[in-house]
Structures are given as structure tokens and as C-alpha cells.
């Protein structure tokens, strides 16, 4: 019999993101849940840092 592994990697989230972007738009899920850093767009690079420092799980990126 052959044996299960569970393994990581990066989400296929292309796949599910019109989906997901509409659930939001029809307030059927709350995104805030998952976004703990909000910014303003012109601090991308600072998100993507606060991300890579752990100290963020996702930023959420407003105009």
C-alpha cells in the first residue's frame, strides 16, 4: 500500500481568485479575517516586507 504524504507550497491561488474576489464583492466572506496589515498602495514594497519578516500574515494594499 502506498503511503500519504502531506507536503507544502505555494497555494494555486490564480485558480480560485475570481471566485474568492466575487464571495468579497457579494460580502458572502470577510477578508479581514485573513489581512492583518492594511496600507496604502504606495507602501507595497513595506507589505511585502512586514510578510517577509513575519511580521504580517497578509497585507491588504487600498488606492
Known amino acids: 500500500m502506498a503511503q500519504r504524504v502531506a ?3 505555494p497555494a494555486p ?4 481568485l ?3 474576489i466575487q464571495l ?6 470577510d477578508p479581514g479575517k485573513v489581512f ?6 504606495d507602501q507595497a514594497a ?3 516586507k ?5 511580521r504580517a ?3 491588504l494594499l487600498k488606492p
Open 7 to 9: 507536503s507544502g507550497g
Open 13 to 16: 491561488v490564480r485558480r480560485f
Open 18 to 20: 475570481p471566485e474568492l
Open 24 to 29: 468579497i464583492w457579494d460580502r458572502k466572506i
Open 36 to 41: 492583518d496589515l492594511t496600507l496604502p498602495l
Open 46 to 48: 513595506e507589505g511585502y
Open 50 to 54: 512586514a510578510m517577509d519578516e513575519r
Open 57 to 59: 500574515i497578509k497585507t
